[in-house]
Nanobody, 128 residues
């Protein structure tokens, strides 16, 4: 099966950190732009961050800029989202997605239609 799997979610106190991982099954991520989305209960899915295949382009939503870092490791065939200084409003199910292109859309980085492969999501809860 061609799919993505997220891991690394859990319960963390405000100000804490988590690192999410995204791994594929039976294919390589090298040629695909990768994005992280999140969805809180009762809210629409929103974009968090995205990265091009070669890592030469990065984008972050205003709400996470300066706190989250997206990266990828070709040798491990894995994409990451390092989440620091977590806030209660970061609580959501986090999804990894892969585009069929080397680059995401610079004019609309979180346009959902450009992402073809998705993972089932991992829960992140920030609470004291």
């Amino acid at each position: 099966q061609l799919q993505l799997v997220e891991s690394g979610g859990g319960l963390v106190q405000p100000g804490g950190s988590l690192r999410l991982s995204c791994t594929p099954s039976e294919f390589t991520l090298d040629y695909f732009a990768i994005a992280w989305f999140r969805q809180a209960p009762g809210k629409e899915r929103e974009g968090v961050s995205c990265i091009s295949a070669s890592s030469d382009r990065l984008h972050y939503s205003d709400s996470v800029k300066g706190r989250f870092t997206i990266s990828r490791d070709s040798a491990k065939n894995t994409a990451y989202l390092q989440m620091n200084s977590l806030k209660p409003e970061d609580t959501a199910v986090y999804y990894c997605a892969a585009s069929l292109s080397n680059y995401y859309n610079d004019y609309d980085p979180f346009l959902l239609s450009q992402y073809y492969y998705w993972g089932p999501g991992t829960q992140v809860t920030v609470s004291s």
